[in-house]
């Protein structure tokens, strides 16, 4: 009977079933930080591209100070708001890159039913005529935009929508300032921050909230071919606002994460040398304690080359094993990863924060595989080695 | 210079996070702060259990049926739906269990209305909770005494309330429960229907009830499922 280097490689490692299995637990645990990373790597970025897209402009434009308002508006209720006069508009619309611009109002009441002391109630003021164009990724799950731009009509979030139970033609109301609203619209879940938000028409708020001619942002969208950074160098010499590029965004908030990849990947290199150590180890035991068997072999005729690809070939099954195993596992777990990583993070895109497919966990695999290989080398070519007369006499001292 | 990087980061991210809108709380009817709430609403608790179910899972659309029939009105509109995710919280001092907490969102005039009750292990109302309610009246209707109207009603007296037409049978103990707020009588109404759907569901998914006990809760143990999960 013929038996195949494999199916002798598989015997050998069934001998120490208990050492096997947790080497191939390490190789497993190390597959599994590998994957998760660079499904981290990749699912991160697209997350927030895909945010930063879905605001439909690439520019922003604020008062000055306001990158610290949404703390203000949780601190202060609104109160601590900072406004731009619309006089700026025609400030930001001489510049022939910019393709359309979108002011935004936000007010925030404080609402004493809401919970057991009270909360925040934040309403966006948009322009129905510009706003819809630029979001036009938005669905409705009921109903449309505004009818009438100086209407009390609102358009909720459908996450807003559900934790108020509003369908269309409901009315919302703002006790503080007894102000009535009919629902128009319900948006259908987009996966960003619209879902959670309440539009209304910018002027009846501004109207409603004594902030005529006052706005909190604007959106500005920038031609297609247009020199992004060129106008974001204009705008900085605007009075008393902040200009804040969806570029510049991501630049930073890529920056801050990378900090934490770096923490990661090196936890996951120090996993990998430590499961290649475990194969090397593993290997080298088992090529130790099978001295003789080995001699043996050779004296019956095998060359050097079947005993190297014998023991190589006992490598390449743990690391298979282990791979699997751990691919399997950031599959199984990618879910418990993303929670686990929102909860690290300062902030976090909406969307899959770990982006694993089919591509990425042959990648690992087949890295993992290379890593195996290398590391089966030395025991190999030790096995190799071994001469049949030395290793035989062995046996009898 | 890192704090400075990091204040910047955290800055920016403050300014995405404002122009992209506000964000609400996660959608669903849980307590606001469940380590505040249950001790609030069991004076002597020592811990809490959380368990998550839905008619959806539990026992499907023969299930919502039977729900619906013990309520006497359909569930309606785009959130009152089969798969709506209940939790429910059992309280324990020590090891004992000594009661439960469990709240519906309710469609009210306004916004959606979230009632919590509190019950006994018989399921008789220890306390009414409204965590959410907007209304012009709404301090009238939060005030502890219309809440005091609910305590030691169970939902044997919410059979004598019908929901659809509002009416109650005239000296049940339902009858007696009074409006305090004659301009807000529709959230008053939804109120109502909200406890009662509040003790069905506490009465199906968690009491010793003819349609059983919901699986591997501890006052189940090995008894039965009907809900065929």
Same mark, same amino acid.
């Given at each position: 009977?013929?038996?195949?280097?494999?199916?002798?490689?598989?015997?050998?490692?069934?001998?120490?079933?208990?050492?096997?299995?947790?080497?191939?637990?390490?190789?497993?645990?190390?597959?599994?930080?590998?994957?998760?990373? +660079?499904?981290?790597?990749?699912?991160?970025?697209?997350?927030?591209?895909?945010?930063?897209?879905?605001?439909? @402009?690439?520019?922003?434009?604020?008062?000055?100070?306001?990158?610290?308002?949404?703390?203000?508006?949780?601190?202060?209720?609104?109160?601590?708001?900072?406004?731009?006069?619309?006089?700026? @508009?025609?400030?930001?619309?001489?510049?022939?890159?910019?393709?359309?611009?979108?002011?935004?109002?936000?007010?925030?009441?404080?609402?004493?039913?809401?919970?057991?002391?009270?909360?925040?109630?934040?309403?966006?003021?948009?322009?129905?005529?510009?706003?819809?164009?630029?979001?036009?990724?938005?669905?409705?799950?009921?109903?449309?935009? +505004?009818?009438?731009?100086?209407?009390?009509?609102?358009?909720?979030?459908?996450?807003?929508?559900?934790?108020?139970?509003?369908?269309?033609?409901?009315?919302?109301?703002?006790?503080?300032?007894?102000?009535?609203?009919?629902?128009?619209?319900?948006?259908?879940?987009?996966?960003?921050?619209?879902?959670?938000?309440?539009?209304?028409?910018?002027?009846?708020?501004?109207?409603? +909230?004594?902030?005529?001619?006052?706005?909190?942002?604007?959106?500005?969208?920038?031609?297609?071919?247009?020199?992004?950074?060129?106008?974001?160098?204009?705008?900085?010499? =605007?009075?008393?606002?902040?200009?804040?590029?969806?570029?510049?965004?991501?630049?930073?908030?890529?920056?801050?994460?990378?900090?934490?990849?770096?923490?990661?990947?090196?936890?996951?290199?120090?996993?990998?040398?430590?499961?290649?150590?475990?194969?090397?180890?593993?290997?080298?035991?088992?090529?130790?304690?099978?001295?003789?068997?080995?001699?043996?072999?050779?004296?019956?005729?095998?060359?050097?080359?079947?005993?190297?690809?014998?023991?190589?070939?006992?490598?390449?099954?743990?690391?298979?094993?282990?791979?699997?195993?751990?691919?399997?596992?950031? +599959?199984? =777990?990618?879910?418990?990863?993303?929670?686990?990583?929102?909860?690290?993070?300062?902030?976090?895109?909406?969307?899959?924060?770990?982006?694993?497919?089919?591509?990425?966990?042959?990648?690992?695999?087949?890295?993992?595989?290379?890593?195996?290989?290398?590391?089966?080398?030395?025991?190999?070519?030790?096995?190799?080695?071994?001469?049949?007369?030395?290793?035989?006499?062995?046996?009898?001292? | %210079? &890192?704090?400075?990087?990091?204040?910047?980061?955290?800055?920016?991210?403050?300014?995405?996070?404002?122009?992209?809108?506000?964000?609400?709380?996660?959608?669903?009817?849980?307590?606001?702060?469940?380590?505040?709430?249950?001790?609030?609403?069991?004076?002597?608790?020592?811990?809490?259990?959380? &368990?998550?179910?839905? &008619? *959806?899972?539990?026992?499907?659309?023969?299930?919502?049926?039977?729900?619906?029939?013990?309520?006497?009105?359909?569930?309606?509109?785009?959130?009152?739906?089969?798969?709506?995710?209940?939790? %429910?919280?059992?309280?324990?001092?020590?090891?004992?269990?000594?009661?439960? &907490?469990?709240?519906?969102?309710? /469609?009210?005039?306004?916004?959606?209305?979230?009632?919590?009750?509190?019950?006994?292990?018989?399921?008789?109302?220890?306390?009414?909770?409204?965590?959410?309610?907007?209304?012009?009246?709404? /301090?009238?209707?939060?005030?502890?005494?219309?809440?005091?109207?609910?305590?030691?009603?169970?939902?044997?007296?919410?059979?004598?309330?019908?929901?659809?037409?509002?009416? *109650?049978?005239?000296?049940?103990?339902?009858? !007696?429960?009074?409006?305090?707020?004659?301009? *807000?009588?529709?959230?008053?109404?939804?109120?109502?229907? *909200?406890? /009662? /759907?509040?003790?069905?569901?506490?009465?199906?998914?968690?009491?010793?009830?003819?349609? !059983?006990?919901?699986?591997?809760?501890?006052?189940?143990?090995?008894?039965?499922?009907?809900?065929?999960?």
């Amino acid at each position: 009977m013929k038996i195949s280097v494999y199916q002798v490689a598989y015997k050998n490692l069934l001998r120490k079933k208990t050492r096997t299995a947790l080497t191939i637990l390490g190789i497993g645990l190390s597959a599994w930080v590998l994957t998760s990373l +660079f499904g981290f790597n990749r699912g991160y970025e697209s997350a927030l591209n895909k945010d930063i897209d879905n605001m439909g @402009f690439q520019v922003l434009l604020t008062a000055k100070g306001c990158p610290y308002e949404a703390a203000t508006l949780m601190l202060k209720g609104g109160t601590g708001l900072r406004y731009m006069s619309e006089s700026v @508009f025609a400030d930001i619309l001489k510049n022939e890159e910019v393709e359309q611009i979108t002011p935004m109002l936000m007010q925030a009441v404080f609402d004493p039913n809401k919970g057991e002391s009270g909360g925040i109630s934040a309403y966006l003021g948009i322009d129905p005529a510009t706003f819809p164009a630029m979001k036009s990724f938005l669905e409705f799950r009921q109903g449309g935009w +505004f009818r009438d731009p100086e209407s009390r009509e609102a358009v909720m979030g459908y996450e807003a929508a559900e934790l108020e139970q509003r369908e269309v033609g409901d009315a919302i109301l703002i006790p503080e300032m007894n102000l009535e609203f009919t629902v128009v619209g319900v948006l259908a879940r987009s996966g960003t921050q619209d879902d959670g938000t309440i539009f209304v028409p910018i002027r009846t708020l501004q109207r409603d +909230f004594g902030q005529e001619g006052n706005v909190t942002a604007v959106g500005i969208k920038v031609k297609k071919e247009a020199n992004i950074a060129l106008l974001e160098n204009k705008l900085y010499d =605007l009075p008393d606002v902040q200009v804040v590029s969806m570029a510049q965004v991501k630049t930073t908030i890529m920056s801050l994460v990378s900090t934490a990849k770096v923490m990661v990947f090196s936890i996951a290199l120090i996993a990998i040398l430590i499961a290649m150590l475990g194969v090397i180890n593993t290997i080298l035991m088992s090529v130790f304690e099978r001295f003789q068997e080995i001699g043996i072999i050779k004296s019956m005729g095998a060359m050097p080359w079947d005993v190297f690809r014998m023991i190589w070939t006992e490598t390449v099954i743990l690391c298979l094993l282990g791979g699997g195993l751990g691919i399997a596992v950031s +599959f199984g =777990l990618a879910k418990a990863t993303d929670l686990l990583i929102r909860r690290l993070l300062p902030y976090t895109p909406t969307g899959s924060l770990v982006a694993i497919d089919g591509r990425l966990a042959l990648t690992t695999l087949g890295l993992i595989l290379v890593i195996g290989l290398l590391s089966g080398i030395y025991p190999a070519w030790r096995a190799a080695r071994v001469r049949p007369l030395e290793s035989i006499r062995s046996e009898g001292d | %210079m &890192i704090q400075k990087k990091v204040r910047r980061a955290a800055a920016v991210a403050a300014a995405f996070a404002v122009a992209a809108g506000p964000l609400l709380a996660a959608v669903g009817c849980e307590l606001n702060d469940p380590d505040r709430d249950v001790r609030r609403l069991f004076p002597g608790s020592t811990g809490f259990k959380t &368990i998550f179910v839905s &008619i *959806a899972r539990q026992g499907g659309e023969p299930l919502l049926r039977k729900i619906e029939d013990r309520l006497g009105d359909k569930f309606q509109g785009l959130y009152e739906t089969a798969d709506v995710p209940y939790t %429910m919280y059992q309280v324990f001092k020590g090891n004992e269990l000594i009661g439960y &907490i469990h709240g519906v969102n309710q /469609k009210g005039r306004y916004g959606g209305i979230q009632v919590f009750l509190a019950l006994d292990l018989e399921g008789t109302i220890r306390t009414f909770y409204y965590q959410k309610l907007t209304n012009r009246e709404a /301090k009238l209707l939060r005030d502890p005494s219309f809440g005091r109207q609910f305590v030691g009603l169970r939902l044997s007296d919410f059979d004598a309330y019908d929901p659809v037409s509002g009416a *109650a049978r005239p000296g049940s103990k339902v009858a !007696g429960i009074k409006n305090p707020a004659a301009g *807000a009588e529709d959230d008053f109404k939804a109120t109502l229907r *909200a406890v /009662k /759907k509040n003790l069905i569901l506490c009465q199906v998914f968690l009491l010793n009830n003819k349609w !059983g006990r919901v699986p591997n809760s501890p006052e189940c143990g090995t008894c039965p499922s009907l809900f065929g999960s």
